[in-house]
């Protein structure tokens, strides 16, 4: 495709219109608050009056300070039991007063007055100035000091009796007749419904701290925002973008929600255009672009309308790690940029989100390099929550936040740290899904113990060396050129794989005194040879290799000529228009990682060649066999440079001088005599 141009197939428009539609069905329906403030700054905005009347909504430290103190004290909770104070009331009758037994009356009403009011049960622990008192299925609150304790109805007994018989020993009368003994608490705790009131105390306080009337001045212009007009100016967003929703017209509404809708999607195609529209070629990684966008806008729309701290949960770092599974860096950080910018646009405090989590996402594609092998991905877990950490505490720091209260936000992000590294193994599901092929997944082909490379290094072991060889001399080009370097080393791996099929048709699995093409025709070699492309991909395809790799197979001699077999054939009288039976029945490469493989195939085994390696042979074989590649067209469909081969030049010229380097000749040790 050419860069220059727009893809012009209806498929690739599609799929972007689709996406168009489903984010304008995402799109909040609410109004929004337009306004950008911080405690300390200016209100730059115009004067700000309530539309309507809103509760002002405590802050999260109050709302702590409240459950501090309800939990510091307990109000304890009294049953009135009558029993009790009949029976107090008619053991003074049983009471032996001697010579004091006109007094009895006297003692009832003295003894009912104060049973009238309460005689406390032992608190239990409980200490408060009021308490709940339970009477006649009604509970009231009471000051502890209209009620008496045992102790203060004994002494308010005694005083009263002194006062009005002063010729009485009245502590002597209370002691051995018993009286004393007689009062007993006729208000009985109720330790349960104590203990389920101070519950509901502390867990069901009031949110709100009064009303702010419509009309009411929240803000001038110029105004410094201090702590008291923040909390205002909160709890007006609040009962503005969740009571009063939109009030205009609802076509307007749906005009605007579809021009940002076309934004992003628009965002979103021009990104993928100038950061590499060969993108468009490969339909189902395009197509995964899209999906991964698609989620990540639907995780922000989701959890923005329900509730706004949830926000921490989502695992955004896991979309960077999505794309970095299938793409480059230069395709990734602009993808998972405009990834975020529904964040920006509608999430509260977007601004401070979207650094946040482009900060994690860096963080997470860097580390994730280095750790993402079995528990390490823990290790990727921790950096991404410490990233995390450190950018949202930078922003409390700005607030002048003391990290107090903020607790809850911390532990969220912990919890979507960990999601990003229960989330990843889904890569494997969109592998599939999306016929795709990850990283991880290119890792684990290249390790040669599983079964295809041991049959190869068992059967054709000249042939597994040499595609041992041809991986590193790959290795080294790519990273040269910005190629995919784990997709070049698979590929190499597989790249002759058929050859196990028939392994002593091959030169490099001969073993002495064993010449297979010995009684053959040119013809019959040439079918045999290139009937090792076709065996790799039944192999392989048996074999279920991702078609990405089949690829290298059927690309890596293109349609090239078995130049040998074909001069041989001329040489004896052959029809030169028969130089179809001599061709492989390839593709020509359309990658360069492809191009990549093919030269190192080839100048990989024609180096086995030279007599010396001199820098002025390794140049003239390197650059013959690029050269002939070009003049048989097998560069004609690749993306790849004049530059990018120049450099692919330098880069096998030095790894073959290098892998040849000539070696110090050690001297003979003398024969000891």
Known sequence: MDKARFPRSFRIYLPLVLLFVCLLLLMPRSGKFNYDYRKGSPWLYETLIAQFDFPVLKTASQLQQERENAGSGVVPYYRYNDSVTGEILSGVESLNLGDCDSLRPEIRGILAGIYSLGVLEDAGGFSSDIIYIQKDKRAAKYPVSEVYKVSDARSKLLSDLRRNNVRVDADSLCHYSGLYELIAPNLLLDKQTTELIHDQTVNYISPTSGVVKAGTLIVSHGEIITAEIEQMLDSYRVEYENSLGYSGSPLLLWGGNALLSLALVFILFFTIYYSNPLIFNEFNRYIYILAIFFLAAVATFAVERSVHGYIYFVPYSLIALYLSAFFKNKLIYPVYIVSLLPLLIFAHDGIELFVMYFVGGVVAIFSFGYFNKGWLQFVTAFFVYISLVVTYMAFRLMDGFQGVDNYRPLFYLALGSLFSVAGYPLIYLFERIFNLISNSRLIELSDTNNKLLRDLAHKAPGTFQHSLQVMNMADAAARAIDGNVALVRCGALYHDIGKTANPLCFIENETTGSHYHEGLNPQESARDILRHVPDGLTIAEKAKLPAVIRDFILTHHGTTCTAYFYNKYLEAGGDPSAEGDFRYKGRKPTTKEQIILMLCDTIEAASRTLKSFTAESISDLVESIVAGKMREGQ??????????????????????A?????????????ELK
């Open 658 to 670: 290098q892998a040849h380097h000539a070696r110090v000749v050690y001297p003979k040790r003398p």
């Open 635 to 656: 560069f004609e469909m690749a993306d790849i440079s004049l530059k990018e081969l120049n450099t692919l030049k330098a880069v096998l010229k030095e790894y073959i």
